[in-house]
């Protein structure tokens, strides 16, 4: 009788539970250390434009026997170098070291310069011509595809060449030149990877930087901050007491206007052989985030998530739910989005899942994991929680 009496009472409450207006809000997980949560809120205008203001929620389900990876930051290698020149020194000789047989080196005039045919440019390696395997002009590489500016000229080298301080040569050379050497053959490669695809403005930021391959010698390195609108400033490459080399540096808290990725580009030295490398990471301005609560209503697995929106914009919410399977394991079993249109002020997203998603034999407990918000309308990635609630 009393738990007849029991699961009357659950049921005659179910309905005023459903009913409630609201939830009781939980906290959300404590960030962890891959986390991306943003301390401060920029105050920005509506971008121009037409944007949807229309909200909208989708979720999918997902195989719970495939397992979800997260994509590291980009590594960047390079086996090549650039160096802007004189038309006086290239008429004297250039110094190009070399690790490597066939070298491409690529000479580009800048404005006003004198365009070199491919016969007017000479290079020696201890006193000897090296052959010209093959030259390509400004025509033939943009018909290969290429973006080349008017008279530049690539040069393959070809027998002879090798390791040691080839010399460019070009008696008729007037002007300011680009000089690009790229080594495909080269054992000594320079590699840089930032800590994080993609940061908020104002926040520190890191940049590993490293030489491998046989022949490598000691890695001597500066860097370059280059915003999407051409600003610079320089950025120090300093050692860390485990021997590593690591750029660390602030990203401005300012707005930038011009779309793209921001790069930090890096000048090294690999014993004497020069190396330039780049890396690139976008950057948002933290124009809202999650108040650090959620909602959920269990019965329908609805996680309601309010937002502090410091700029009008249209935001998005996108998280993944986990299951616990039958062996105890916690599986994806479904991802779900929602974005709506926000002024400034408060807001809330919410990510319905589906129970129709879960497998049979998967429940409780769940978690809500790689939970994000977006800035949909400046696209930047504000938050990122791994973890972000367990019910």
Do not use: C
Request: glycine share 8%; aromatic share 6%.
């Amino acid at each position: 009788m009393r738990s007849i009496f029991l699961r009357a009472a659950a049921t005659a409450a179910l309905p005023i539970l459903l009913a409630a207006p609201a939830f009781a809000a939980q906290p959300l997980l404590p960030a962890g250390g891959h986390d991306q949560v943003p301390t401060r809120l920029a105050t920005l205008p509506a971008p121009q434009g037409a944007f949807e203001r229309k909200p909208v929620s989708f979720a999918w389900a997902l195989d719970p026997t495939l397992a979800l990876t997260n994509t590291p930051p980009f590594l960047a290698e390079s086996r090549e170098y650039w160096l802007t020149v004189q038309g006086r020194e290239l008429q004297q000789g250039v110094t190009l070291p070399m690790s490597a047989p066939n070298a491409l080196v690529r000479v580009s005039p800048a404005a006003g310069a004198t365009a070199l045919r491919a016969d007017e440019l000479s290079v020696s390696l201890q006193g000897r011509r090296l052959d010209i395997a093959h030259s390509a002009d400004a025509e033939a590489l943009r018909r290969a595809g290429m973006d080349a500016s008017a008279g530049t000229q690539v040069l393959r080298l070809g027998s002879g060449s090798g390791p040691g301080r080839a010399i460019l040569q070009a008696p008729r050379a007037q002007g300011r030149y680009v000089i690009h050497v790229f080594e495909p053959d080269s054992p000594v490669v320079l590699h840089a990877r930032a800590d994080r695809s993609q940061a908020l403005a104002g926040e520190p930021m890191q940049v590993a930087v490293a030489a491998s391959g046989r022949g490598a010698g000691a890695l001597r390195a500066s860097a370059l901050l280059v915003g999407p609108d051409g600003s610079s400033r320089p950025v120090t490459v300093r050692s860390t007491p485990d021997g590593r080399q690591v750029a660390a540096f602030q990203l401005p808290t300012r707005a930038v206007s011009a779309p793209g990725l921001w790069e930090l580009q890096v000048f090294a030295n690999v014993g004497e052989i020069p190396r330039d490398a780049r890396t690139a990471f976008a950057v948002a301005q933290p124009t809202a985030r999650l108040a650090g609560s959620y909602a959920l209503d269990a019965s329908r697995l609805r996680v309601s998530l309010p937002v502090q929106a410091a700029s009008p914009g249209r935001y998005e919410a996108r998280g993944t739910l986990y299951a616990t399977a039958p062996d105890g394991s916690l599986r994806p079993v479904s991802e779900a989005h929602a974005a709506a249109w926000m002024e400034a002020g408060s807001g809330t997203l919410v990510l319905q899942f589906p129970r129709e998603h879960l497998p049979a034999g998967y429940g409780a407990p769940f978690e809500l994991r790689q939970l994000e918000l977006n800035d949909q309308t400046r696209l930047g990635k504000l938050e990122l929680r791994e973890r972000a609630a367990r019910f």
